[in-house]
């Protein structure tokens, strides 16, 4: 049965933010067997100067079952953020559901630690809950760069660990330049830092490149994160800096850096898109289509 919007948050206002959790904790859809232990899909970046209906029917239209929640044009140039309200995650789960589309990454940005740790504590509990709301595997943090700030940022990510695990939510942070552009960064930020089973890495080898300035290979940095990596960013990059690159077009040696994971463990989870070369929609659409082939290779292989 589906249940509409307006039934939604009635039942919403009765049982309370407990209510609303368990009632959007259902049981996820069967998974796309087509390639195996992977879920390929795409985030919704390439399309962030149209709202992101556009993104998701290029996506669906693409052949992809999996759509990645990232940037938008919308305030907060986000699909999901610490600010977004029930009802509007709510609209983006249906507008999800109506493409078959599921979620296995969002990305939402940053929280108010500066405001103070509970204030951190609670915009990391707004995220989890509209993760939860859209179905989304794993809620992708970008890190921080201000050390003052970095105590506070990971201690909100910790003590919000087992509300998300509660939900079936996994947390992860990516090289994402600053506190952690490296894998060993990112490893110490996991272990030591957060030291929680729910909070783990997701790949960026783009990044890996763009934060070095092209100097550290993706390859051997992969090298670093064995035992950790649960998705990855699929992300190219052209020197100097330029990672609006559809993947398999710039210098990350994918086949290498997807062997090295494996190596490390990564032998199943997400593998989401994150950059097109730039264009119009037709052009996008275009590589959207051309960058699904190339990873579906990678895996077959």
Same mark, same amino acid.
């Given at each position: 049965?589906?249940?509409?919007?307006?039934?939604?948050?009635?039942?919403?206002?009765?049982?309370?933010?407990?209510?609303?959790? *368990?009632?959007?904790? %259902?049981?996820?859809? &069967?998974?796309?067997?087509?390639? =195996?232990?992977?879920?390929? +899909?795409?985030?919704? $970046?390439?399309?962030?100067?149209?709202?992101?209906?556009?993104?998701?029917?290029?996506?669906?239209?693409?052949?992809?079952?999996?759509?990645?929640?990232?940037?938008?044009?919308?305030?907060?140039?986000?699909?999901?953020?610490?600010?977004?309200?029930?009802?509007?995650?709510?609209?983006?789960?249906?507008?999800?559901?109506?493409?078959?589309?599921?979620?296995?990454?969002?990305?939402?940005?940053?929280?108010?630690?500066?405001?103070?740790?509970?204030?951190?504590?609670?915009?990391?509990?707004?995220?989890?809950?509209?993760?939860?709301?859209?179905?989304?595997?794993?809620?992708?943090?970008?890190?921080?760069?201000?050390?003052?700030?970095?105590?506070?940022?990971?201690?909100?990510?910790?003590?919000?660990?087992?509300? *998300?695990?509660?939900? %079936?939510?996994?947390? &992860?942070?990516?090289?994402?330049? =600053?506190?952690?552009?490296? +894998?060993?960064?990112? $490893?110490?930020?996991?272990?030591?830092?957060?030291?929680?089973?729910?909070?783990?890495?997701?790949?960026?080898?783009?990044?890996?490149?763009?934060?070095?300035?092209?100097?550290?290979?993706?390859?051997?940095?992969?090298?670093?994160?064995?035992?950790?990596?649960?998705?990855?960013?699929?992300?190219?990059?052209?020197?100097?800096?330029?990672?609006?690159?559809?993947?398999?077009?710039?210098?990350?040696?994918?086949?290498?850096?997807?062997?090295?994971?494996?190596?490390?463990?990564?032998?199943?989870?997400?593998?989401?898109?994150?950059?097109?070369?730039?264009?119009?929609?037709?052009?996008?659409?275009?590589?959207?289509?051309?960058?699904?082939?190339?990873?579906?290779?990678?895996?077959?292989?």
């Amino acid at each position: 049965m589906t249940t509409t919007r307006r039934e939604f948050l009635g039942q919403s206002a009765r049982f309370g933010a407990a209510g609303l959790a *368990a009632f959007t904790l %259902g049981a996820s859809a &069967s998974e796309d067997s087509t390639n =195996g232990p992977w879920k390929i +899909g795409i985030y919704t $970046r390439p399309w962030d100067r149209y709202d992101y209906r556009v993104a998701l029917d290029a996506i669906a239209e693409a052949g992809y079952s999996y759509a990645g929640l990232m940037t938008t044009q919308s305030d907060t140039r986000l699909v999901i953020s610490q600010q977004t309200t029930p009802e509007q995650a709510l609209e983006v789960a249906e507008e999800c559901q109506q493409r078959n589309l599921k979620v296995p990454s969002v990305y939402g940005g940053g929280i108010p630690v500066s405001e103070s740790l509970e204030a951190g504590i609670a915009g990391m509990r707004r995220l989890i809950d509209n993760c939860d709301i859209v179905k989304a595997e794993n809620l992708l943090m970008g890190g921080i760069g201000n050390e003052d700030l970095y105590e506070a940022y990971y201690k909100s990510i910790a003590e919000t660990c087992d509300y *998300a695990a509660e939900k %079936g939510i996994g947390i &992860s942070v990516k090289p994402h330049g =600053g506190l952690n552009a490296t +894998g060993p960064q990112c $490893r110490k930020t996991v272990e030591e830092t957060v030291g929680h089973d729910n909070f783990r890495i997701w790949y960026d080898p783009g990044n890996i490149y763009f934060y070095s300035d092209g100097e550290l290979d993706p390859v051997d940095d992969a090298a670093t994160v064995d035992g950790l990596v649960v998705g990855m960013c699929v992300k190219d990059y052209i020197h100097p800096r330029n990672v609006a690159v559809t993947p398999g077009d710039g210098m990350v040696d994918f086949a290498k850096v997807f062997a090295r994971l494996k190596q490390g463990g990564f032998t199943q989870g997400a593998l989401v898109i994150e950059c097109l070369e730039p264009g119009d929609e037709a052009h996008l659409l275009a590589e959207a289509k051309r960058a699904r082939e190339f990873v579906e290779a990678l895996v077959a292989t």
